[in-house]
């Protein structure tokens, strides 16, 4: 079955940096579009990026671009969100997802997440 799971979450100082890592197992991860969310306390869901199956085309919400880069190593079944200048407005519980065949982006339709790992960006 699909299993996505994210690690590399923490507490970092307002500026600071980390990178988020999903390892995905169960389906062929190089035949699919993937995405990051995030869904910070008391608020909705919120597209934070997508990557193409072969990782040629990203894509951001406005709010990350210039500081969050995904990527993936398709040979390690593994996604990445790296990100920087964080602030405290970025923290939140973050996921990966499998976004589904087909899909538009953005934001793209997904079927699979993980279980997410918090981010906290705290002084």
């Known amino acids: 079955q699909v299993q996505l799971v994210e690690s590399g979450g923490g507490l970092v100082q307002p500026g600071g940096s980390l990178r988020l890592s999903c390892a995905a197992s169960?389906?062929?991860?190089?035949?699919?579009?993937m995405s990051w969310v995030r869904q910070a306390p008391g608020k909705g869901l919120e597209w934070v990026s997508y990557?193409?199956?072969?990782?040629?085309?990203?894509y951001y919400a406005a709010s990350m671009r210039g500081r969050f880069t995904i990527s993936r190593d398709n040979a390690k079944n593994t996604l990445y969100l790296q990100m920087n200048s964080l602030k405290p407005e970025d923290t939140a519980v973050y996921y990966c997802?499998?976004?589904?065949?087909?899909?538009?982006?953005?934001?793209?339709?997904?079927?699979?997440w993980g279980q997410g790992t918090q981010v906290t960006v705290s002084s």
């Open positions: 997802a499998k976004d589904l065949p087909g899909s538009t982006c953005c934001p793209p339709t997904t079927d699979y």
């Open positions: 169960g389906f062929t991860f190089s035949s699919y579009a």
């Open positions: 990557i193409s199956s072969e990782g040629g085309s990203t």
